[in-house]
C-alpha cells in the first residue's frame, strides 16, 4: 500500500487525539479518517491505537511506530525542501493564531505587504486571548507573548512587549494616582486573569525588582475587556503600551508610575516541534521578526 498519505494521517491523529479533528482538518469525514489508520494496523499487523468513547490512546507498538514516522516523515519533508528550495517559493493555506488586540494592532495591518510578496500564500487568523492547541486546531503558527514553557513547541523570540500602568483621567480625579508601586494596595485594580503572575504585578524601578500584591473588584480574561475597564473608569490597570498608544497621546489614558516599568515580556513565533518547518510558516516569522525590529514599540532594541 502507498505509506505516505496514512503515515501523515496517522501523526495529525496522534497529536490531535481525535478522528473528527483531523477529518475537519483534512476535509474530510471521521469514518475516511478510521479508515486509513485500520488499513494501516492491517498492513502492519499491528495495533497503534486504543480506541475508547473518551479517548484514542498509544498501544506500545503504535508509540514505537509514530517515533518511527516522524522521522521519516521529517526526512521526506526535508528532502523535498532540499531539492526545491533553490526555485520553490511560500504557497498554500497559512493558519495562524494570535492574541486579540496584538493581531488587531499588530499583525491585521501588516498582512497586506506580506500578501504582495507572496502572492501564493493565503491567511485564516484566528484571534483568542486563549492559548490554541496548535495540533488539535491545526494551526502552523501562533504569536504568543510571556514564556512559553510547552517543551512540545519551538519557540523564535521576535519581539518584545513594553507594558504601561495606566488609569483614566476620571478615575485619577476620584482617586488620587499612586506614587509608588506599593500604593496600589490602596486602589482599584483590575486584573487580567490570564498574566502568568496573577494578582501580583511585577516592576523594574531605580532600585531593582519590585512584586506588589494588588485588588479590585473587576477582573477579565481578555486584554480588549481590561482596555475597555481603564476607559470606563473602572481602575487602574497594567498593560501592553500597543493597547493604547492613540489614547495615551491624546490624553484619554494617563501613565503612571513613569519611574518604575512593568516588566516587560517577551514575543515569539510558535510552531509544533519539527524539523522541518513550511516555507510559508518560515517566510512569516522571518518577515514579522524584520516589521518588529523597526517598531520601538515592539523591538528588543529600539533604534
Known amino acids: 500500500?502507498?505509506?505516505?498519505?496514512?503515515?501523515?494521517?496517522?501523526?495529525?491523529?496522534?497529536?490531535?487525539?481525535?478522528f473528527t479533528a483531523v477529518a475537519a482538518q483534512m476535509s474530510t469525514t471521521q469514518p475516511t479518517i478510521s479508515r486509513q489508520i485500520a488499513a494501516l494496523e492491517e498492513h502492519l499487523g499491528a495495533r497503534l491505537l486504543t480506541r475508547t468513547t473518551r479517548a484514542l490512546t498509544?498501544?506500545?507498538?503504535?508509540?514505537?511506530?509514530?517515533?518511527?514516522?516522524?522521522?521519516?516523515?521529517?526526512?521526506?519533508?526535508?528532502?523535498?525542501?532540499?531539492?526545491?528550495?533553490?526555485?520553490s517559493k511560500p504557497s498554500g493555506l497559512l493558519r495562524m493564531a494570535t492574541p486579540v488586540v496584538f493581531g488587531r494592532l499588530h499583525i491585521v495591518p501588516r498582512l497586506p505587504a506580506f500578501l504582495t510578496r507572496h502572492p501564493e500564500v493565503s491567511i485564516e487568523l484566528s484571534m483568542s486571548d486563549t492559548f490554541a492547541d496548535l495540533a488539535e486546531q491545526g494551526i502552523d503558527l501562533a504569536i504568543r507573548v510571556g514564556n512559553i514553557t510547552d517543551p512540545g513547541l519551538i519557540a523564535k523570540r521576535i519581539g518584545v512587549v513594553r507594558r504601561v500602568t495606566v488609569a483614566s483621567p476620571a478615575y485619577i480625579k476620584s482617586h488620587g494616582a499612586p506614587r509608588t508601586p506599593h500604593d496600589l494596595t490602596g486602589h482599584e485594580c483590575i486584573f487580567y486573569t490570564r498574566l502568568a503572575t496573577g494578582n501580583c504585578w511585577e516592576f523594574e524601578?531605580?532600585?531593582?525588582?519590585?512584586?506588589?500584591?494588588?485588588?479590585?473588584?473587576?477582573?477579565?480574561?481578555t486584554s480588549d475587556a481590561v482596555r475597555e475597564g481603564v476607559l470606563a473608569g473602572l481602575g487602574i490597570a497594567v498593560i501592553p503600551a500597543f493597547a493604547f498608544s492613540d489614547e495615551i497621546a491624546s490624553g484619554k489614558v494617563q501613565v503612571l508610575l513613569a519611574d518604575h516599568e512593568p516588566k516587560r515580556l517577551p514575543m515569539s513565533a510558535v510552531y509544533a516541534s519539527r524539523r522541518f518547518v513550511p516555507l510559508k510558516v518560515r517566510a512569516m516569522i522571518d518577515y514579522l521578526a524584520r516589521e518588529f525590529e523597526r517598531d520601538p514599540r515592539l523591538a528588543a532594541d529600539p533604534v
Do not use: C, W
Request: aromatic residues 6%.
Open 205 to 221: 524601578g531605580p532600585d531593582g525588582p519590585l512584586t506588589v500584591e494588588i485588588k479590585g473588584r473587576f477582573r477579565a480574561d
Open 1 to 18: 500500500m502507498d505509506l505516505l498519505g496514512p503515515m501523515q494521517t496517522f501523526v495529525r491523529v496522534v497529536e490531535a487525539g481525535s
Open 58 to 87: 498509544l498501544t506500545d507498538d503504535g508509540r514505537a511506530y509514530y517515533e518511527h514516522v516522524l522521522r521519516v516523515l521529517e526526512a521526506v519533508g526535508e528532502a523535498e525542501s532540499a531539492v526545491g528550495r533553490r526555485r
